[in-house]
């Protein structure tokens, strides 16, 4: 299931609002109703907008791994001749990051667990994955090697 949220819109306000609570909060089992309350709004308007809590939690996850795609591309570009400076300092901000790191935690799990609403996560972390491959042999480092600073197995 994909949820397609309009950028400057309703929608993206109310999901940033989600975003920030589960970010502070987590996922768990939170109801709609709870959340709502939480975040100001009222769980007809989370259902109007998402559709079920499952509509709500995979909008989120698309939401989070967008902001985390554009993060990834910019600092690959601005790391041209130290792949490795690029990838370390992904891996930085997104383990560092105190309100986002939990949650993304939080939804890797979930995906590997098996619940539906984190599911596309499970694809997105193995593009990550090949688009740091591709970056690495496009500066010369043969496809399946070590990495020459941390020992690293790319693919």
């Known amino acids: ?63 989070v791994w967008r902001t985390q795609q554009e993060l990834l591309e910019s600092l690959l570009r601005e790391a041209m001749d130290d792949p490795y400076d690029g990838a370390w300092r992904f891996w930085v901000r997104l383990a560092d990051d105190r309100a986002f790191a939990p949650l993304f935690f939080e939804m890797s799990a979930a995906a590997m667990q098996g619940h539906g609403w984190a599911g596309a996560l499970r694809t997105w972390i193995a593009v990550w994955t090949d688009r740091l491959g591709r970056f690495f042999e496009r500066v010369g480092h043969r496809p399946g090697g070590h990495g020459r600073r941390r020992g690293w197995r790319w693919r």
């Not at 909060?25 to 769980?43: F, K, M, P, W, Y």
């Not at 709500?56 to 939401?63: F, G, R, W």
């Open 1 to 63: 299931m994909t949820v397609t949220v309009p950028a400057g819109g309703p929608q993206e306000a109310l999901l940033q609002r989600v975003i920030a609570y589960f970010a502070a909060n987590g996922v768990g089992d939170t109801s709609l109703r709870t959340l709502a309350a939480e975040i100001g709004t009222s769980h007809r308007m989370l259902i109007y907008h998402f559709g079920s809590r499952e509509g709500l939690l995979t909008a989120m996850v698309e939401a």
